[in-house]
């Protein structure tokens, strides 16, 4: 299966597996506990991006940052 990327390129998909023990350790865990931890990354994703583009654009204004940190987040939808 190949998808298109923003370049209208295609691509393969990466699928990456967990470890039988990390799948364990998942299952036993409630949905909410998953999303609690599919939260943090997503925020800390977001933090770590907002940093790199800050030290890479020092001249941007909070609002253009904050723009290209959502539309890169959203893969270009937002």
Known sequence: MT???QTGRTR???VETLDEEMAQVFAN???AERLAIAA???RSARRMLSSHLRSEHPDWTP???QNEVVRRLSHGTG
């Open 29 to 31: 865990m409630t949905g």
């Open 63 to 65: 609002e253009r940052l």
């Open 12 to 14: 393969t998909p990466h």
């Open 3 to 5: 998808l298109p990327n």
């Open 40 to 42: 943090g990354m997503f």
